[in-house]
């Protein structure tokens, strides 16, 4: 597989310039996750976009997202949501890192509380 390195370091350079985004917990936004090494959760499409899941605000800047994948392969660290944009989702815990809120770029909606609960539930019993 061949990644765009080269487009992903100029629409980096774009997002820098960007203001930080209002966020909340809970929310579905399109992150920029951009082309990573090896296994890492690349975003898709010449924006380099992933929808992902607000899980933890660390002050405006920054915050916890856990990346979702359509994928049906089934893995302990994958845990369903539901449906977002017409599409089965699952939100891949082994993927959750911090970003800066720059490279949010779209608000899908919000995860329902109670799946939100379970997430974090799953997330604790990481660490």
Known sequence: MDKDFDGWNEEKKQTE???ARLYTVREIWWCQLGVNIGSEQNGKGTRFLRPCIIARGFGADACLIIPLTTSPKE???RMSIGVVQDKEA???LSQMR???TRR???KVGFL???V???LKKRIKELF
Do not use: G, Q, R, Y
């Open 17 to 19: 310039a960007e203001i």
């Open 116 to 118: 939100f609960d379970e």
């Open 75 to 77: 893995h302990h660290l």
């Open 98 to 100: 911090i970003v800066d």
């Open 112 to 114: 329902n509380k109670d």
């Open 104 to 106: 949010l770029v779209e």
């Open 90 to 92: 699952k939100a891949n």
